[in-house]
């Protein structure tokens, strides 16, 4: 699994004209589900998104985590970010995980958030659908965590 994990004073998800979920200051997580991951790549991911020290303390340095600061997370699904981009100019999305497994795991990842963490400060997107997020990143704050490489 890839995450995009960003640091947001707030984040949004729009499918049509319809505001689907909301955040104030917290995490916006966007998750990419490789073809061959697994419970293990869940759980480890969920305990370093979730005590990841990348908000601020009263000195101005990392050293809070989301947790700490008794943030939210907006949990939006893109299969875009296993694009292989090494040959040609379009991307291939071979090494993404057929949708129907998942959307499993996708599932599966936003139940152990909600399991380590506060159910109502876990908010989602629709696996699948056609998004606008609108992410107001702060810092900007920018980590890319795989699973792949603990």
């Known amino acids: 699994m890839i995450c995009v994990v960003q640091r947001v004073k707030e984040s949004s998800v729009t499918i049509g004209n319809n505001l689907h979920s909301r955040i104030g200051?917290?995490?916006?997580?966007?998750?990419?589900i490789a073809e061959d991951d697994?419970?293990?790549?869940?759980?480890?991911?969920?305990?370093?998104?979730?005590?990841?020290?990348?908000?601020?303390?009263?000195?101005?340095?990392?050293?809070?985590s989301l947790k700490d600061i008794n943030g939210e997370a907006l949990v939006i699904s893109q299969f875009t970010l296993l694009g292989d981009t090494k040959k040609g100019r379009r991307p291939d999305f071979t090494k993404a995980m057929k949708p129907k497994e998942a959307e499993k795991i996708y599932e599966d990842f936003v139940k152990k958030l909600k399991e380590k963490y506060e159910p109502n400060k876990?908010?989602?997107?629709?696996?699948?659908a056609e998004m606008s997020v609108d992410i107001?990143?702060?810092?900007?704050?920018?980590?890319?965590?795989?699973?792949?490489e603990r």
């Open 122 to 128: 876990i908010k989602t997107g629709v696996f699948g």
């Open 25 to 32: 200051e917290g995490l916006n997580i966007l998750i990419g």
């Open 136 to 148: 107001k990143n702060e810092g900007p704050v920018t980590i890319i965590i795989n699973s792949r």
């Open 38 to 64: 697994c419970d293990k790549d869940i759980e480890w991911l969920c305990d370093k998104i979730l005590n990841l020290r990348i908000f601020s303390n009263t000195e101005g340095k990392f050293d809070l």
